[in-house]
């Protein structure tokens, strides 16, 4: 059975640079499971690896939507198993908790959804959305519409299928890895690293993303709700810093919270640069 690698943790934890040491120890390929990076916009502020941070390791699944596509786990899952087939011996590294719930122990089986139903609810108010949907307790209006474009594709509410077994999509011998350190380092880590995305330009990559309208989930970003809210002179530079600060940190305490509760089989790895496989 194939080995897969999985290494999980809060945003700031150092779990792609631990990805790459253990891909480098086993030959392995990096795949990504952040539902974030796997925009190709803001790669500063969604801190994708870039090719120093690869240093040589072939990374897949990374920057391959657009500013309007959304992904939800059953995307990203599809993708996934495409990739991880072909692949000797994969690392997955993300912090997206659900990506990992998926991989690691299936889906809900939810047919398809038609395109004609997608394209049309994605185009109606959230309020008709909100009024039409069955049986959902989502307030989220992406989750709302994913909801209802179930709803009209099947005759059944989303939540008919959520209550069935979930479903492997591949078998494999997972080794899951959390990279959990103390919370205050973390905190520490959060603000150093947001203070080094703004020096190396991530106002000007929020600016130039704006100015395409985005509507996916790119712009669920972290820091830039902060950062557009500065560009559009609504708070101050020193705002907008400490705002993604908060933002960051309390993002990676639900992380830490989710793995905590969710995770099955798993190592604790609190000092990444001191493990070896």
């Known amino acids: 059975m194939k080995k897969i690698y999985v290494i999980v943790g809060s945003t700031a934890s150092g779990k792609s640079n631990l990805a790459v ?8 390929e990096i795949v990504n499971a952040d539902s974030i990076q796997v925009y ?4 500063l502020l969604t801190a994708r690896p870039t090719l120093a941070d690869e240093q040589g ?7 391959y939507l657009d500013e309007h596509a959304v992904c939800s786990a059953a995307d990203w899952l599809e993708k996934a198993v495409l990739t991880l ?6 690392v997955v590294v993300g912090g997206t908790g659900l990506y990992i719930k998926a991989l690691t122990e299936g889906l809900n089986d939810i047919p398809p959804v038609d395109t004609a139903v997608r394209d049309m609810v994605r185009n109606m108010p959230i309020e008709e959305v909100r009024s039409k949907v069955l049986n959902c307790s989502a307030t989220d209006p992406q989750r709302l519409r994913r909801a209802l474009e179930v709803q009209l594709t099947t005759g059944k509410p989303l ?15 997972f080794e899951i890895l959390w990279v959990n350190r103390p919370r205050e380092e973390i905190r520490a880590r959060c603000r150093m690293r947001f203070l080094q995305m703004l020096e190396q330009g991530a106002i000007t990559q929020v ?3 704006l100015s395409r309208s985005p509507t996916g989930g790119i712009t669920k970003a972290i820091g830039f709700k902060e950062i557009s809210a500065y560009l559009n002179r609504e708070i101050s530079y020193e705002k907008m810093i400490d705002l ?11 992380q830490q919270t989710w793995f905590k509760h969710q995770l099955k089989s798993h190592k604790i790895i609190t000092n990444p640069l001191d493990f070896n496989i």
């Open 21 to 28: 040491k253990i891909a480098k120890s086993v030959h392995g």
């Open 57 to 63: 390791i072939l990374h897949h699944l990374y920057g």
């Open 40 to 43: 190709r916009d803001i790669p």
């Open 85 to 90: 087939n072909h692949i000797d011996t994969p």
């Open 244 to 254: 993604a600060v908060i933002a960051t940190c309390q993002y990676a305490k639900r």
């Open 207 to 209: 600016q130039d993303l």
């Open 159 to 173: 939540s008919y299928f959520q209550s069935l077994p979930p479903v492997k999509k591949i078998e494999a011998d």
